[in-house]
């Protein structure tokens, strides 16, 4: 920082992928980074990076999807008037399978994991940030919250939901110093699909389905690195790699694209099935 305090930065979904990506590049003197994530091996070895490269880390091993303990950690941690410069809120899991094949608690669990989690973090942060007059916060979202992912659809409405969110906050951020981006991905190599849930498919059909309709799969380093460049950027809403840029422009002007897209998706997914 210019006035010689240490930057601070919140990094969810830190143990890997994306997060942990993340948390690694932005690593340097005088920043104090604070990851999330429920492995806690994998947490201790991200830190040993971030260290590693002149940073501070402080790694907290928990369950953003238990509501209730990410509350108690919130208030503890960063009570009222906490200086927390970036939030990076990356943390998610996805589910495969058509609507009917679903559980309740397969959209519960994508429900507390990828909406109610990054909004409760989300306003935490921001309610301290418009005190202080700064801040930045980043929902890591998909290109699914544009146009939508059959065979994916709880994923797809979560996704929906931060894009509504930061349609909204960051015109309300804007009077207060607060900066909200929304960073769309599209197809990312990441341990999201070996994670997933999985109803009638399985991980590697999903991955031949992904390898079919051909579109390109980004290193998880390289994804992290245009999420950081856009957002340094000031570029507020904006959707990698080019294929997904595309696809968000077109998605409300030329639905009948998407539509196309969608339908090639599920006659992939029903010749695999």
């Not at 890997?16 to 920043?31: D, K, M, T, V």
């Amino acid at each position: 920082m210019e006035d010689g305090r240490e930057e601070t930065i919140v990094v969810t979904g830190a143990s890997s992928g994306i997060g942990r990506e993340i948390a690694i590049q932005l690593a340097e003197p005088g920043r104090i980074l604070w990851l999330l994530g429920r492995d806690e091996q994998r947490l201790e070895d991200v830190a040993a990076k971030v260290r590693s490269k002149g940073a501070v880390a402080e790694k907290v091993k928990i369950d953003l999807a238990d509501l209730k303990a990410v509350d108690v950690f919130l208030e503890n941690t960063f009570p009222s008037g906490s200086d927390v410069d970036w939030v990076y809120l990356g943390a998610a899991i996805t589910a495969f399978g058509e609507v009917q094949d679903m559980t309740g608690e397969d959209w519960d669990k994508l429900y507390r994991t990828n909406l109610l989690s990054p909004v409760q973090m989300a306003r935490h942060f921001y309610v301290n940030m418009i005190e202080r007059k700064r801040g930045n916060i980043i929902l890591i979202s998909s290109l699914a919250a544009y146009a939508g992912y059959p065979t994916a659809t709880a994923y797809a409405t979560m996704k929906a939901g931060l894009l509504g969110l930061y349609r909204s906050l960051c015109y309300e951020g804007k009077g207060h110093g607060v900066s909200i981006f929304h960073a769309s991905l599209g197809y990312v190599g990441t341990g999201i699909y070996k994670s997933a849930i999985y109803r009638k498919t399985s991980y590697e059909k999903t991955m031949k389905s992904i390898d079919r309709l051909g579109f390109r799969i980004l290193p998880a380093s390289e994804a992290a690195s245009k999420i950081i460049s856009n957002v340094k950027r000031g570029k507020s809403e904006f959707a990698i790699p080019g294929y997904a840029a595309a696809m968000k422009w077109v998605a409300p002007r030329m639905p009948f694209v998407i539509t196309a897209v969608h339908r090639r998706i599920m006659k992939i997914y029903r010749q695999l099935a």
